[in-house]
């Protein structure tokens, strides 16, 4: 499976960005997905994940709110709408998908995917 993220961009705080992750090869839609997002000089963290059914959703606390994932099994694409932006948000994110059933507490832990897109660079300004 490969996982192709697009949508980052230069927003001021306050805007509005939608990311998209496209999958392509292996498809299935029984693929639950997540995004995960670094900063300069921090590690890899979760934003949000979303089962493979698209009726269960987690969010970080720190976006809860403000962005909402949601998938397209049809086009095997997943977005990552992120509204009412902050600089603390500038952050290269990655889409990453898994395969199989896992609790959704689980869908936190970068460790459990097993794909990953090449991540999409979204910046802030104050």
């Known amino acids: 499976v490969q996982l192709q993220a697009s949508g980052g961009g230069l927003v001021q705080a306050g805007g509005s960005l939608r990311l998209s992750c496209a999958a392509s090869?292996?498809?299935?839609?029984?693929?639950?997905m997540g995004w995960f997002r670094q900063a300069p000089g921090k590690e890899r963290e979760f934003v949000a994940a979303?089962?493979?059914?698209?009726?269960?959703?987690s969010y970080a606390d720190s976006v809860k709110g403000r962005f909402t994932i949601s998938r397209d099994n049809a086009k095997n694409t997943v977005h990552l709408q992120m509204n009412n932006l902050k600089p603390e948000d500038t952050a290269v994110y990655y889409c990453?998908?898994?395969?199989?059933?896992?609790?959704?507490?689980?869908?936190?832990?970068?460790?459990?995917?097993?794909?990953w897109g090449q991540g999409t660079q979204v910046t802030v300004s104050s």
């Open positions: 090869g292996r498809t299935s839609s029984n693929y639950d």
């Open positions: 979303i089962r493979w059914t698209g009726g269960s959703t």
């Open positions: 990453a998908a898994r395969a199989g059933r896992l609790a959704l507490s689980y869908l936190r832990l970068a460790s459990q995917y097993d794909y």
